[in-house]
């Protein structure tokens, strides 16, 4: 099937180096087009549905893109008269050409012939362009070097074989998904499944319990849905569970119990549990570690084709995102004597090829000897363990030069209840909780109560901020305390992996 793409491409007018881009959900047809795209040595321009209509047609007009496999369902996204480059539209849910000035061609399949198609692996295979939490999408140059040896070296972190199964719940157009969900799979002739539909917690179950994964690749905020809508709440329903709860020993032994649970709502077979995209939740990760669930952290950037470092399930640590994968070299660049704390910089083949059409920015984070710097700030254990404390950018200078995290604070804030998500920033020299409450619980609880809901409600979050407020200022410390808290009305606005854009805020 990717043969006869291939041609078909190839009769379209595609050729080495034209760049094409793929828009549409994860599907089988989603990965042949990019195996297709890339095997014939074009440059595959994966574009994340997400992104808004003026997103999408930046990133259509920058990469200038000369064909688009769309699905019927995003068609609509893309303004044709502003992009005089785009010349073909496939559909990619049948292969069928929508436009195109090449007439007469269609997709056959078993029509194809040896176009003796010559790729190399340092030519560019993909432009990923990111929907940061900076703000503007950089186009990252990945060559099929970075991302075969990235797929290889995760292979070597996490063996796989072709008894495994893949069930895929990320956006493909991602690199986290496509090179270790998708490339790293096919090179050890694994299975993938893909979700016909969004994954809803009632879908992924019922998915889960049909294909019986043994490899799940997610980011945190899908399990910590999970933990605090349906596991959390059962270690507090009544008197006697919490006060078994308060015991060190039982507590370990209700985890266990829980994680069981758990395990078999996944299909019972998993044997590899990867999280990466952004930090977990402390509570939760202990949690999933007690559970005896296998849970692997990594930690890794689009722009490195995107694994740096991680764990399997039998080198997990608490907190921590494993030491650097094989090949690769990670270093702390002016590092605090007192702290260890410094910024991640990162060196090997998965470092990409810079940003596409901005050498100043490339030459920005990338140095001379080829270091990368990440922007993120962590610190190495005496065995090579990473941990990452947050982003150099979101840190706040506190009034006597402390450094304030706020991914730590966050992470206090977000174990509280009735809270689903928050974001601490700085305003006007004061560090400020943007706070987005569960509103339908808290509806829930007083309808359950008094059978009324609405009036009930917005008191109940004026009081909760208020104890919020106190919560959180006995955790931390006295110059990372939060002035003021500011309820969030809508859920935050993220990225494909589920982070919040924090320069919107």
Same mark, same amino acid.
């Given at each position: ?410 992470? +206090?804030?977000?174990?509280? %209840?009735?809270?689903? $998500?928050? &974001?601490?920033? #700085?305003?006007?020299?004061? !560090?400020?909780?943007? /706070? ?16 009324? +809901?609405?009036?009930?409600? %917005?008191?109940?979050? $004026?009081? &909760?901020?208020? #104890?919020?407020?106190?919560? !959180?200022?006995?955790? /931390? ?29």
């Amino acid at each position: 099937m990717v043969k006869s793409l291939m041609s078909f491409l190839n009769r379209l007018g595609i050729k080495k180096s034209t760049k094409v881009a793929i828009l549409s959900d994860n599907s089988p047809n989603w990965a042949m087009s990019y195996l297709a795209v890339t095997g014939m040595g074009a440059v595959a321009v994966p574009i994340l549905t997400g992104f808004s209509n003026t997103e999408i047609n930046n990133v259509l007009a920058h990469s200038e893109a000369k064909c688009i496999l769309v699905s019927d369902k995003y068609r609509s996204k893309i303004d044709i008269k502003d992009l005089p480059k785009l010349q073909s539209i496939v559909s990619i849910d049948d292969f069928s050409v929508v436009s195109s000035p090449v007439k007469g061609v269609y997709y056959q399949y078993g029509k194809f012939e040896n176009n003796g198609f010559k790729v190399y692996e340092d030519d560019l295979a993909a432009i990923i362009y990111t929907s940061g939490t900076t703000g503007k999408s950089k186009g990252v140059m990945l060559s099929h070097l970075n991302i075969t040896f990235n797929a290889h070296s995760a292979g070597i972190l996490q063996p796989i074989n072709n008894k495994d199964r893949f069930l895929s719940l990320l956006p493909l157009s991602h690199t986290y998904e496509n090179t270790l969900g998708f490339i790293l799979a096919i090179m050890n002739g694994a299975c993938v499944y893909y979700l016909k539909q969004s994954a809803a917690p009632s879908v992924l179950i019922q998915a889960m319990q049909t294909v019986r994964p043994t490899i799940i690749l997610t980011v945190p905020m899908i399990i910590e849905k999970i933990y605090k809508s349906r596991i959390a709440p059962s270690f507090s329903k009544s008197k006697i569970m919490r006060s078994l709860y308060k015991n060190k020993n039982l507590k370990l032994i209700l985890h266990q119990i829980a994680g069981k649970k758990l395990m078999k709502s996944f299909g019972g077979k998993l044997r590899f549990f990867g999280v990466g995209g952004s930090k977990i939740d402390p509570v939760v990760e202990q949690f999933l570690l007690d559970a005896k669930v296998p849970i692997a952290i990594g930690y890794g950037l689009t722009e490195t084709a995107p694994l740096v470092a991680g764990t399997n399930p039998q080198t997990a640590r608490h907190q921590s995102t494993g030491p650097a994968i094989t090949g690769v070299e990670i270093k702390i660049h002016n590092q605090n004597p007192q702290t260890g704390l410094g910024e991640i910089w990162v060196r090997g083949k998965n470092v990409m090829m810079g940003y596409y059409k901005d050498a100043a920015q490339t030459e920005e984070v990338i140095t001379p000897d080829g270091w990368f710097r990440t922007g993120d700030l962590g610190m190495l254990s005496n065995d090579n363990y990473l941990y990452i404390k947050g982003r150099n950018k979101t840190m706040i200078l506190g009034s006597s030069g402390e450094n304030i995290f706020p991914e730590d604070i966050e992470s +206090i804030i977000n174990k509280y %209840d009735h809270v689903v $998500e928050s &974001l601490v920033v #700085e305003k006007n020299g004061s !560090i400020v909780a943007l /706070v987005h409450f569960n509103k339908e619980e808290i509806e829930q609880k007083y309808h359950d109560l008094y059978g009324k +809901i609405s009036e009930y409600t %917005d008191d109940t979050i $004026e009081i &909760l901020k208020k #104890e919020l407020h106190q919560y !959180i200022n006995k955790q /931390v410390s006295k110059y990372a305390r939060v002035n003021r808290i500011e309820a969030q009305n809508k859920p935050f606005e993220k990225t494909a992996t589920q982070k919040i854009k924090r320069y919107l805020y």
